[in-house]
């Protein structure tokens, strides 16, 4: 395909998607008013599978789908950074040299460590109560794990975050999300279908269905894709070196 090809079909579909975004804009409700139909629509669906957080009602029910494709999104991003990322034949590995930390940023760094796991941890089990979730307690989850990098060194990191079981963990993570939907197939309803479980007593954290357990597939699978996909960069950072030391 010629560029000049190329410019006529991104002009042609870069019109057809504006006709398609003015024509769902002036169908839009008027803008200020008292009640949104869509927003009317979500929160009693909410209500009505006992998930107090209406965003992770949109998220892992009313638009399961929809997060099936962001999961799958993240998932892709971080094998392809994986597979761009590997060693090379021409580059060796080094191990890093112990760096000095200063005394109050290690303190600090291993008190706030365990304190931040657990307010991601926090964050993904509430999902369905609480504003936060799966993909919010996910990166903090993963990213706590790095102040050990901060507060230490990066060997120590390296004890603490096995790449390889965090890479099995985000595959797992994944396909549970997909076994999940798959079981409202067998069930006899629709895909990610939330059919299979009680809704459970309303604020609790065995209410939503099966929101909650969606909520966590997608927590787990965050936090593993955001440690592996660090994993990487930091690998280039500090241990990976070319063949003229670089």
Request: proline share 4%; with cysteine; hydrophobic share 50%.
């Amino acid at each position: 395909m010629t560029p000049r090809a190329r410019l006529w079909l991104l002009a042609l579909g870069g019109a057809g998607l504006a006709v398609l975004l003015v024509a769902a804009c002036l169908d839009l409700p008027s803008f200020g008013g008292r009640r949104h139909p869509y927003g009317a629509r979500a929160v009693h669906a909410a209500l009505a599978r006992h998930t107090a957080n209406m965003v992770a009602s949109v998220n892992f029910d009313q638009r399961a789908y929809d997060t099936l494709g962001e999961m799958t999104i993240l998932f892709a991003a971080v094998l392809g950074c994986v597979v761009l990322l590997r060693q090379t034949r021409d580059e060796h590995r080094a191990r890093p040299e112990p760096a000095e930390v200063a005394l109050p940023v290690r303190r600090y760094a291993l008190v706030v460590l365990p304190v931040a796991l657990l307010t991601g941890l926090y964050v993904i089990a509430h999902g369905q109560l609480s504003p936060g979730g799966g993909f919010q307690g996910g990166v903090v989850a993963a990213t706590a794990l790095h102040l050990l990098y901060l507060g230490a060194d990066y060997r120590a990191l390296e004890r603490v975050r096995p790449v390889a079981l965090f890479e099995v963990g985000d595959s797992l993570a994944a396909s549970a999300y997909l076994v999940l939907g798959l079981a409202g197939l067998l069930a006899g309803t629709a895909f990610l279908a939330n059919t299979l479980l009680p809704y459970g007593t309303f604020n609790t954290l065995s209410s939503g269905g099966i929101v909650p357990l969606l909520n966590a597939a997608i927590g787990m699978e965050v936090a593993c894709a955001v440690v592996v996909l660090l994993a990487n960069f930091l690998d280039q950072a500090v241990e990976i070196e070319g063949e003229n030391g670089s």
